[in-house]
């Protein structure tokens, strides 16, 4: 069975554009959350869909936006960047809200801000 | 606010025991998570306490003392892969919200 994936891989933007980054759940998975991880630091949770529904948002700026789809898959937006936003991005997905706390990482996706 | 502690580093031998403790600060407690991430790779789920009490899986057990806010996850028969960063994570819950927040990271190394 395939696992959760990510693309693109690796990102390079410059300050001030925009980025979309997108995730796609295990199937039958129907929450997807998302994390920043900084080099040498957990991942901080940005946000947790569950039905197309945001269920979760972390104190990350209105910048940061994103959006789940019928099929389960999401998209993280992010305007106008800035270098500290350079950081691998995670995204997760658990079988529903109840199980959470078990959550399926795909690989990131290595955003670089220059 | 919301905080986890755990050290940042430990060392140990191939074959011994080690143990990472998480201390946490955080409204809206659901439970422990533990979480196993090789350098350059993505995080791996561990096992969850939702119960005070021990939780063994293999060479794996985790322990939650809710009342103590404290955890810890102990690695028995310890194996060179299992060098790698391990978090504990706490699932919170506050309003409508809900979300997993996790601790800074315990590097663990195994030498032989």
């Known amino acids: 069975d395939a696992g959760v994936t990510q693309s693109p891989t690796h990102l390079i933007k410059t300050r001030g554009q925009q980025v979309t980054l997108r995730c796609s759940p295990i199937?039958?998975?129907?929450?997807v959350s998302w994390y920043q991880q900084v080099l040498g630091q957990g991942p901080q949770f940005i946000f947790q869909?569950?039905?197309?529904?945001?269920?979760g948002r972390g104190n990350f700026p209105d910048r940061f936006s994103a959006r789940q789809f019928p099929n389960y898959s999401s998209e993280l937006n992010v305007n106008a960047l800035l270098l500290g936003d350079s950081a691998l991005y995670l995204c997760?997905?658990?079988?529903?809200?109840?199980?959470?706390?078990?959550?399926?990482f795909g690989p990131g996706t290595r955003l670089t801000v220059t | 606010g919301q905080s986890l502690e755990q050290p940042s580093e430990v060392t140990a031998v191939e074959g011994a025991i080690v143990q990472i403790n998480c201390t946490y600060q955080?409204?809206?407690?659901?439970?422990l998570s533990w979480y196993q991430q090789h350098d350059g790779g993505a995080p791996t789920f561990l096992s969850y306490?939702?119960?005070?009490g021990l939780e063994e899986t293999g060479r794996f057990s985790s322990f939650l003392s809710r009342s103590d806010s404290y955890g810890y996850l102990l690695l028995q028969e310890l194996q060179m892969k299992d060098s790698a960063s391990y978090f504990c994570?706490?699932?919170?819950?506050?309003?409508?919200?809900?979300?997993?927040?996790f601790g800074t990271g315990t590097l663990l190394a195994v030498q032989p």
């Open positions: 997760a997905s658990s079988l529903a809200m109840g199980s959470s706390y078990e959550q399926y």
């Open positions: 869909y569950y039905e197309k529904e945001e269920r």
């Open positions: 199937s039958g998975h129907k929450s």
């Open positions: 994570a706490v699932r919170a819950y506050g309003g409508a919200t809900n979300k997993l927040i």
């Open positions: 306490n939702g119960l005070d």
């Open positions: 955080t409204s809206g407690f659901y439970g």
